[in-house]
């Protein structure tokens, strides 16, 4: 190996390790001082000194906590349900059906993500309250389907295109309707990209952080982001960062698991052998 | 079986007219191909027969029934696809049961019509498999397998040899035609490019170019009779040799045309000489190509072994009786 190889190689090694500290550092803090107490949590530790639970118990004793876990989980999972199932069907419509106006029902979609959450938090928080959603889970699944739906179908119709078109019409031959022709021959072919959008949407909507200050207003109807926001400590004064600290790792540890879970499905090359190939 | 019948049939794409009204009756039990060059609307005829398409203008008829307006899997249609369309997410069985799972066929059923077609095409080892994990050969058995399984009136081929290497592409032109006697001589409609395999296959071929039908015939009659040059040219292998000008005028023609293997090398009576400009020998055969003055060489057939070196003068003796004369419009002059 010359040494400009050497160099480069060394190089492109200080880079990854510059970047992954710097992603994971905070993350690793927040999980070194979830286990520290008291005054201890003030000093800065770079290495594990002390580990203590009551922070874990703290949290997760606590009334809602726990309830508000359960939301988060119910509010992402029915995000994900709906949304891929409206943008299944509405890529199949955009990338198989010849229609007027596809091209520009495309570009629309799209131009709703450009809108900034807070532009249309009032509209959509009069809308919630007219629909009698306001302060349930049903508010924010139905703001995060909105939010999430524009670029799960964009995506979902780029993947759609590609598949090949003498496969869906094998199937017209075979006596598929369009139904049938997503559900049985579409969506197995488009199981990497379903996992991948799903995820993201799923991501997206258990961070979500405005919609659900905004659209709940009871201790038992929030979730995650927000609840830990609001985690009091003793006196106005005291900041519970002991807690806080736990309950973050606590609601990130569901997606550490599900992105572990899910990379193994992200496999290319599904179509391999339905075409010539 | 089923007799189909076209009636001034249409197809536009928005104002550019594909399909530009073609009428043509294929014969319950024929095995009929489209030939053409690409471009010239075969595959979309195909596709318009198969309900894959809308049908512009003109009538389609099975067996004496407007089906103009019914979906393909109520047709009674199976076809084979250019790159056999397998299911890639299902087994070899799931991929050919399909089409009776969805007709809500019974499961015995089923998996006697699927083992029993897998038997006729010799991939029942393979039924357990993933279609990437097959070769191509054995996918397009698949692909034909799936429509099989279908018991159709009619199979429709679209191109289904073009992916396959030249040896490959032999044995299963064979097989084809081989099915198509063993299924009872079911109605087949098949679309290719290749001359030779529409002359191998077809009971009867339809040459199509630019949209409408320029002839429709066995085999024989369009090689012996073709009713027009580009016929003549698109039909055969190597390509019938073509003479205009003073070549032509001899004959009392525009255009002469004449195949390669009747031409006769000699010097006595020789109605044409010229020097050898190049030679391929195909060990049975040989090809000459003579340069006599016109605007390409004459190509040659000679039984056996080359034995006639380039650079070579020789004479050449065109048999009278196999001369093809065209006028101006390229057709058999009078």
């Known amino acids: 190996m010359s040494a400009s190889r050497l160099f480069y190689r060394i190089g492109f090694y200080i880079a990854v390790v510059l970047i992954v500290v710097i992603s994971v550092f905070p993350f690793y803090y927040a999980v070194l001082t979830s286990f ?76 709703v993500s450009m809108f900034p959450q807070i532009a249309v938090l009032a509209g959509l928080f009069e809308l919630v309250r007219y629909l009698g959603l306001f302060n349930t889970p049903f508010a924010l699944i139905f703001s995060y389907t909105i939010f999430t739906l524009p670029f799960t179908v964009w995506l979902l119709t780029t993947f759609m295109r590609d598949l090949p078109l003498e496969i869906e019409e094998a199937a017209i031959v075979d006596g598929a309707t369009p139904w049938v022709i997503i559900t049985q021959v579409f969506m197995p072919l488009l199981w990497p990209a379903l996992v991948t959008t799903g995820l993201l949407a799923f991501i997206g909507a258990w961070n979500e952080y405005l919609f659900a200050l905004t659209f709940t207003s009871s201790e038992t109807t929030r979730t995650v982001p927000v609840a830990i926001a609001l985690l009091t400590g003793a006196s106005d004064k005291e900041i519970p ?18 992105v572990l879970i899910f990379q193994r499905k992200i496999v290319a090359g599904l179509t391999a052998g339905g075409v010539k190939g | 079986m089923a007799r189909i019948e076209l009636k001034n049939l249409r197809k536009s794409f928005g104002a550019f007219d594909v399909i530009k009204g073609i009428d043509l009756e294929i014969r319950s039990g024929e095995f009929m191909v489209f030939v053409g060059p690409s471009g010239c609307g075969k595959s979309t ?48 069985y799931d991929n050919m049961a ?72 032999v044995q299963t032109r064979l097989e084809i035609a081989k099915l198509h006697h063993s299924m009872n001589n079911v109605t087949m409609i098949y679309v290719t490019h290749d001359q030779v395999e529409a002359m191998t296959l077809a009971d009867r071929i339809c040459v199509l ?79 000459l190509f003579v340069d006599i003055g016109a605007a390409e060489p004459v190509i040659v057939r000679q039984a056996g072994k080359l034995t006639i070196p380039y650079g070579t003068k020789i004479g050449l003796v065109p048999s009278p009786e196999n001369l093809h004369r065209f006028d101006e419009k390229g057709v058999p002059a009078a």
Request: aromatic share 8%.
């Open chain 2, 45 to 92: 005829l195909l596709r318009l027969i198969a309900g894959l398409e809308d049908i512009t203008s003109g009538d389609l008829l099975f067996d004496g029934d407007r089906v103009n307006n019914l979906v393909p899997s109520k047709r009674g249609i199976a076809m084979v696809f250019q790159s056999y369309a397998l299911y890639p997410h299902m087994k070899v």
């Open chain 2, 209 to 287: 170019r630019d949209g409408r039908v320029e002839q429709v015939g066995t085999p024989a009659e369009l090689y012996e009779k073709p009713n027009s040059i580009f016929v003549a040219g698109f039909i055969g292998s190597p390509k019938m040799n073509f003479l205009t000008g003073a070549f032509a005028e001899a004959y009392g023609c525009h255009t002469l045309g004449i195949r390669s293997e009747h031409i006769a090398v000699a010097d006595e009576g020789a109605v044409w000489t010229g020097t050898v400009v190049h030679a391929e020998d195909l060990g049975s055969d040989n090809y």
């Open chain 1, 36 to 111: 520290k107490t008291g005054t201890a949590i003030f000093e800065v530790d770079y290495w594990p000194k002390s580990f203590d639970l009551a922070n874990y118990d703290k949290v997760l004793t606590q009334a809602t906590f726990p309830r508000n876990l359960l939301n988060s989980l119910f509010v992402a999972t029915s995000t994900v349900g709906l949304s891929l199932l409206l943008a299944v069907t509405a890529s199949y419509a955009l990338a198989r059906v010849r229609f007027r106006g596809r091209g520009l029902l495309l570009i629309t979609i799209l131009a």
């Open chain 2, 98 to 169: 399909f089409g009776l799972k969805l007709a809500s066929a019974g499961e015995d059923e089923i998996r006697r019509r699927v083992t029993d077609a897998a038997k006729l095409l010799q991939i029942d080892h393979l039924l357990d498999r993933l279609p990437k994990q097959l070769s191509g050969g054995q996918r397009q058995r698949v692909a034909i397998g799936r429509a099989i399984v279908r018991d159709p009136r009619v199979f429709l081929f679209d191109e289904p040899l073009s992916n396959l290497d030249a040896a490959l592409r």
């Open chain 1, 241 to 258: 960062w002991g807690p806080i600290m736990a309950a973050s790792v606590i609601v990130t540890v569901p997606l550490v698991v599900l």
